[in-house]
Each structure stands twice: as structure tokens, then as C-alpha cells.
């Protein structure tokens, strides 16, 4: 631990070249450390939490929801574990959807519905970022780089509730995985309904970090949310998930994503380092 003299040195040569070389390795090793932005699905821990959720379900049957569906990545690991299982991917944007049709032609293990999701049904405004399209989003980051001088379109989208959908006869997801550039908070407020009854899912997945900005939502928010409905809240990791009570200091906006259970048994699983 740095003693209050090196502090105060660090505080008054922040300006000289050693200081900020180091400044800039401590914010690498941090990054590392907190697996922010690291989006390599084999090595980010997706896959991890993808194997322990199929060792947990077994030869259960299983109905798995991936919102924000993009182009089927996600949906395709989840097939690939568990070939089983039912999949509905909610995309929101047409030109997106119609690729992931294209794509999963003759998949009969799932179901595309180019819809999004939010906490009221309706239609929003959604940019399509046609140079970086994993970033297409309700709330862009317009001033990050990803929108700087891209290639950018504006598409009225309708959206639709998960409590709505559950009400029209879609089958409640088992796992839920939400990934929307900003708007997961709201998904997941869409889903108040099924998240405090018997059916909720069993696990959640959902993307936090500095896409909420722009949407004004804090984690507290909705770890509260997912708190009072039983679930134990954690950060993913490449090979476990560090589940702990809400902190202040967990509202760094570092992208990442957490996971929710309230399965003991799954809990266990996602804890234990492999």
C-alpha cells in the first residue's frame, strides 16, 4: 500500500513522463483485472457460464432467450451446448434480423423474432452504426469512437415487453441473456413480472458498462431490482463469476458482463474457479 508521501509525489508530478507511463500500466493491469471490454467469447468467460449452465440443466428441457441477438453468436454456443434447448433470438433492427434468418436457415431448434425489447411496448428510435454494427443502439455513445464519422442510420423500431410476450404465449425463458448497447436495465424491467414468480429464469446474463451512460441507468438500480427478487448478482470472469452484495464501488461503468442466479446449485458452479 502506497504510504501518504508517495501519494502526495504522485499527485504532484502527475504531468512527468515515469508518472504517467505508470499511470498507464496500472489502467492496463485494472482493465485486465476487472475483464473489462473483453469481448472474445471462448476467453471472456461466455463460454464458461454457457458449460455450467448445461452441466446444471442436464437433460432438463430448456427455453433459452437471446435479446439483442445480433448476428447468432451467442445462440449458436448455446445450441452447441445444449442442442436440446429451445432458442429465441430478438433482434431489433430489420436489416439485422433478415441476416440472422439468412444465417439460421434451416435451424428448427430456433425461433427469430425481429423485436425489441424494453419496459413498455411501443417504437423507439434506434441508430444503425453501419461500420461498427455491434454497436447499433437505442442510447448510442455518439461521442465515443465507435460513432465518430461512422456510417450511421436512424430505424423506427416496435418494441415489446418479456412480460408482454409471456402473456401472448411465449414460453419463459429458462436462461435469459440480454445484450442492447444500454437498454439491458430496461429489458430487465420489462420482465417484473416473470422475475418475481416461479418461472423466472434460472440464470440471467446481461451487458454492463459505459453503454448505460447515455441511458442514464446505474447497476444499483437494477441489482436492487434483482436482489428483491432472490437472485445473487456477480461479475463474469474468464473461469468464475465473483459473486458479492451491491457496491458503490462496482458502478465503474467498466463493459463486462454479470450474472444472476438464485439455483444454489448453479451458483456453486459459477463460483468455483475451473
Not at 14 to 31: D, H, Q
Not at 174 to 195: I, P, R, S, W, Y
Not at 213 to 218: K, S, W
Request: glycine fraction near 8%; include cysteine; proline fraction near 5%.
Amino acid at each position: 500500500m502506497l504510504g501518504r508521501t508517495a501519494r502526495q509525489m504522485i499527485r504532484s508530478h502527475r504531468r512527468s513522463a515515469p508518472i504517467k507511463g505508470i499511470a498507464v500500466i496500472c489502467e492496463k493491469y485494472l482493465r485486465a483485472w476487472h475483464n473489462d471490454a473483453f469481448f472474445e467469447f471462448d476467453r471472456n468467460g461466455e463460454r464458461f457460464a454457457i458449460q455450467c449452465f448445461a452441466q446444471w440443466a442436464g437433460a432438463r428441457p430448456l427455453t433459452i432467450w437471446d435479446v439483442g441477438a445480433h448476428h447468432g453468436e451467442w445462440a449458436d454456443a448455446v445450441h452447441s451446448a445444449m442442442p436440446t434447448a429451445r432458442v429465441t433470438s430478438c433482434e431489433i433492427l430489420p436489416p439485422i434480423a433478415e441476416l440472422l434468418a439468412a444465417r439460421h436457415r434451416d435451424a428448427d431448434w430456433l425461433t427469430i423474432r425481429n423485436i425489441g425489447l424494453s419496459d413498455a411496448a411501443g417504437s423507439v428510435e434506434v441508430t444503425w452504426n453501419k461500420d461498427h454494427d455491434t454497436t447499433n443502439s437505442i442510447t448510442p455513445r455518439s461521442s465515443s469512437k465507435w460513432f465518430a464519422g461512422g456510417d450511421l442510420q436512424t430505424i423506427t423500431c416496435p418494441v415489446s415487453t418479456i412480460d408482454q410476450l409471456i402473456a401472448e404465449g411465449a414460453p419463459p425463458p429458462d436462461l435469459l441473456k440480454v445484450d442492447v448497447e444500454g437498454h439491458d436495465a430496461f429489458v430487465l424491467d420489462g420482465a417484473n413480472q416473470l422475475l418475481g414468480g416461479d418461472r423466472a429464469p434460472r440464470m440471467i446474463q446481461f451487458e454492463y458498462g459505459d453503454t448505460w451512460i447515455p441511458a442514464g441507468r446505474l447497476l444499483y438500480q437494477t441489482s436492487a431490482m434483482l436482489a428483491a427478487c432472490g437472485y445473487k448478482i456477480g461479475r463474469l470472469y474468464p473461469h468464475h463469476v465473483e459473486f458479492r452484495d451491491y457496491s458503490y464501488a462496482d458502478e465503474n461503468f467498466r463493459m463486462g458482463n454479470m450474472i444472476a442466479t438464485r439455483e444454489p446449485d448453479l451458483l456453486a458452479l459459477l463460483s468455483s474457479p475451473r
